[in-house]
């Protein structure tokens, strides 16, 4: 039975039912209500600051109405970070470091029992482990999601490519860099002016090439978005 519950409670007596044992009633929640939801748009936006979205809203459409981004802004490099993210990792985490101190508390036990020469060897990978697990302790999770901007702006309305936006993400557009950075196993580690045209073993090259050290086969390169190639 559907029941007019503002006009019995505004006194209407033929609104208002005579209940009966065992009877429910049911007071639905208005549909998509919910407490407000905000994101944070940092850098060059023309109008950065806290903006209120609507379920459902995509990033394209609040940077839309922020303004668009300023003529200095990078947008292969924006840093995007949602708070989801940010405790996935941490218990992710928290599982490592739970699973290396109980390796580490075995291979203590491991100590008691073995050769001098076992016991030297065993004593520095301990070391080296309680210095990993001190780390992984004093490390604070990011939470972000690597995205390609300029093709997020360039998609349709609806389109996949666009990102739907979840309470408390954060986008910070940075000035564009004009800097390529090479570090790890080369003779000497140094940021480089880009120039158009350059590839990897250009700008190895221009840090003095790889050391004797360096394994060839696993250079890898962090894009300005976080995508690892």
């Keep these: 039975v559907t029941v007019d519950l503002a006009a019995a409670l505004a006194g209407d007596t033929t609104a208002d039912l005579l209940l009966q044992p065992f009877d429910v009633l049911s007071v639905k929640r208005m549909p998509e209500w919910g407490t407000p939801q905000y994101v944070t748009l940092e850098g060059e936006v023309r109008f950065p600051g806290r903006y209120a979205i609507r379920r459902g809203e995509t990033l394209a459409g609040v940077i839309e109405r ?121 003779q000497t580690v140094t940021s480089h002016l880009y120039e158009e045209g350059l590839k990897r073993g250009d700008y190895l090259n221009l840090s003095g090439g790889l050391t004797q050290k360096a394994d060839s086969k696993r250079i890898y390169v962090v894009r300005a978005n976080g995508q690892v190639v």
């Design 66 to 186: 922020a303004g668009g981004l300023t003529d200095l802004a990078f947008a292969e490099g924006v840093v995007f970070t949602r708070k989801s993210l940010r405790e996935r990792e941490a218990e992710q985490v928290a599982v490592l470091t739970d699973r290396l101190e109980r390796d580490l508390a075995a291979l203590a036990v491991q100590n008691t029992q073995a050769s001098p020469t076992a016991v030297q060897n065993s004593s520095q990978s301990l070391s080296v482990g309680q210095s990993l697990l001190a780390e992984l302790r004093n490390a604070q999770p990011v939470g972000r999601l690597a995205i390609d901007l300029p093709k997020v702006l360039r998609a349709p309305a609806g389109s996949p490519a666009d990102i739907v936006l979840k309470h408390e993400d954060r986008l910070v557009v940075p000035q564009r860099s004009q800097a390529v950075t090479v570090l790890g196993e080369v």
